[in-house]
């Protein structure tokens, strides 16, 4: 199977009938759906959970009640930058930081509209955004599993929430 066509003496012609017939097999539908079933897979394994500690997400100050019974109540603030984020944090001394996360990116956010599906998935702001919020991919939220997150503001949820689902975890 490594070996070169030209060093070994013959080629492999393929007659059209042939292909025609394994078109028509099952063969082709297998392999869709078994490369779909790693697909899916690999997303399970790099979507968020509900966890009460995140680590290994830089420059994340977390709400204290983020991930655990009352993290419906909790707010993620995502700011443009540090400066901003000085600024939140700022504000967050008055009102405490119990429902109140903050979370910095680093420029603009990736437009995932017109983006092939494995840019967004290396994309690194949006991976941090998927696990601080605890989101899983290929999962429609709505009133029932909304409380699966770590982050469920009641203020903000369905509009912005749906269209952010929508566009990144399609």
Known sequence: MTSRPKSFGSVCKLSEKFLKQVAKSEIVENVISDAEYKQRQALKRKSG???IKLTGIPKLDDAN????????????????GDSAKTLAMSG???VGRDFYGVFPLRGKLMNCRDAPHSAVMKNEEIKNIVHIMGLKYDTEY???NIKTLRYGCKLLRMRIFKAFCREVLK
């Open 142 to 144: 709505d009133e029932r």
């Open 92 to 94: 967050l001394s008055v």
């Open 65 to 80: 009640k983020a991930g655990s019974a009352r993290s419906l109540d909790c707010t993620l603030i995502v700011t443009e």
């Open 49 to 51: 959970a509900k966890k």
